[in-house]
T-cell receptor, first 112, second 112 residues
């Protein structure tokens, strides 16, 4: 069966520090991968999505970036965190969207 | 572009009350429609889906019917439980590789 792993679960980082969040999917090949952010009390904001290795689409211009170095690995990064980067980050995968997405358990990031 | 509008929360109900969370959409073509649920501190889980007009999705006592004539996909449950307390997201997908479009979410609190 397919599983999605996302880590770390919780992270507290100072302003200006770098960020790396990792997401991996097991049990499938060539998934579509997604990064979402959920700010406190707000809805889901799509940050990046990828339909293949090295293919990244950015939805929102900001100081975050994403990479897909392997088929089932999706990394969210920042060189210098801002206070506004605080939030709950969710990774998701799908094969064909009509079957819906499967989400990871999320990373709660607090920038202090 | 495509969009989803769902009722503002929070919604507070007593146990065994009837639940309706309204969701309407704007999209070209014939999208697939979804309801996701997010329990406190967790990622999103697919609750139910419908892929064509007049389809009814159902799961865990929740139901939603795809109404093309009213562009709606309202979520209902006949008798809510405390364990149903969560945030509910309505979403649509218009083609295979384009990302899901989410509504802003509706927080449901069920009190005993």
């Amino acid at each position: 069966s397919q599983t999605i792993h996302q880590w770390p679960a919780t992270l507290v980082q100072p302003v200006g520090s770098p960020l790396s969040l990792e997401c991996t999917v097991e049990g499938t090949s060539n998934p579509n991968l997604y990064w979402y952010r959920q700010a406190a009390g707000r809805g889901l904001q799509l940050l990046f999505y990828s339909v293949g290795i090295g293919q990244i689409s950015s939805e929102v211009p900001q100081n975050l970036s994403a990479s897909r170095p392997q088929d089932r690995q999706f990394i969210l990064s920042s060189k210098k965190l801002l206070l506004s980067d605080s939030g709950f980050y969710l990774c998701a995968w799908s094969l064909s969207g009509e079957y819906g997405y499967t989400f990871g358990s999320g990373t709660r990031l607090t920038v202090v | 572009g495509d969009s989803v509008t769902q009722m503002e929360g929070p919604v507070t109900l007593s146990e065994e009350a009837f639940l309706t969370i309204n969701c309407t959409y704007t999209a070209t073509g014939y999208p697939s429609l979804f309801w996701y649920v997010q329990y406190p501190g967790e990622g999103l889980q697919l609750l139910l889906k419908a892929t064509k007009a007049d389809d009814k999705g159902s799961n865990k006592g929740f139901e939603a019917t795809y109404r093309k004539e009213t562009t709606s996909f309202h979520l209902e449950k006949g008798s809510v439980q405390v364990s149903d307390s969560a945030v509910y997201f309505c979403a649509l997908l218009n083609s295979g590789n384009t990302p899901l479009v989410f509504g802003k979410g509706t927080r449901l609190s069920v009190i005993a």
